[in-house]
């Protein structure tokens, strides 16, 4: 059975780059599938941050494309997320999320909270 | 503000149906057949429940089914079970290769 898991940084100070990786386990991340990340304010909705196919090229959000980096680790079958300047409003759930090549996230990981504060 | 526009609340009793609605543009919900819609619980991750619009993952009750007209999707829980309380999304692919257009959820409350 697939899962994800997600790891890094519970806490991050503002204007600094927020770091977390997706370890995948049961499928290879080079094998198909596209891998993202979604993000969850406190209390509010879902927000696509970004993706990258198990080819590398990588998909942003054009809300946060200049501030986000999606990166393959394929000998750690893991795939990271680099947001930048961050802000009291990058505050979220960050989840990590295999789709397909229309969008239907299918395996989800449980998400890790990331505050940005000082 | 978010792009597909959900209505904040909706409720059922036990064992009656319920239908709610995600409303896009031409250029996502009503330009593709790609409206996804995800079950979520209170501090759980989000859970497939339909796919391409009407397709239902594998292990997801035949009580949920899902349909689309124009710019609008709509997702439809029969003969509603307590355990169907949650918060619903729908999101939609928005093209150029725009993966994740979500709406703003709805919480369904089963009375």
């Known amino acids: 059975q697939v899962q994800l898991q997600e790891s890094g940084p519970g806490l991050v100070k503002p204007s600094e780059t927020l770091s977390l990786t997706c370890a995948v386990s049961d499928y290879s991340i080079t094998s198909g599938y596209y891998w993202g990340w979604i993000r969850q304010p406190p209390g509010k909705g879902l927000e696509w941050v970004g993706t990258?196919?198990?080819?590398?090229?990588?998909y942003y959000n054009p809300s946060l494309k200049s501030r986000v980096t999606i990166s393959l680790a394929t000998s750690k079958n893991q795939f990271s997320l680099k947001l930048s300047s961050v802000t009291a409003a990058d505050t979220a759930v960050y989840y990590c999320?295999?789709?397909?090549?229309?969008?239907?996230?299918?395996?989800w990981g449980q998400g890790t909270m990331v505050t940005v504060s000082s | 503000q978010s792009a597909l526009t959900q209505p904040p609340s909706a409720s059922g009793s036990l064992g009656q149906s319920v239908t709610i609605s995600c409303t896009g543009t031409s250029s996502d919900v009503g330009n593709y057949n790609y409206v996804s819609w995800y079950q979520q619980h209170p501090d759980k991750a989000p859970k497939l429940m339909i796919y391409e619009v009407s397709k239902r993952p594998s292990g997801v009750p035949d009580r949920f089914s899902g349909s689309k007209s124009g710019n609008t999707a709509s997702l439809t829980v029969s003969g509603l079970q307590a355990e169907d309380e949650a918060e619903y999304y729908c999101s939609s692919y928005g093209g150029s290769n725009n993966f994740g257009v979500f709406g703003g959820g709805t919480k369904l409350t089963v009375l």
């Open positions: 990258i196919y198990h080819g590398g090229s990588t």
């Open positions: 999320a295999r789709h397909s090549p229309r969008g239907a996230f299918d395996i």
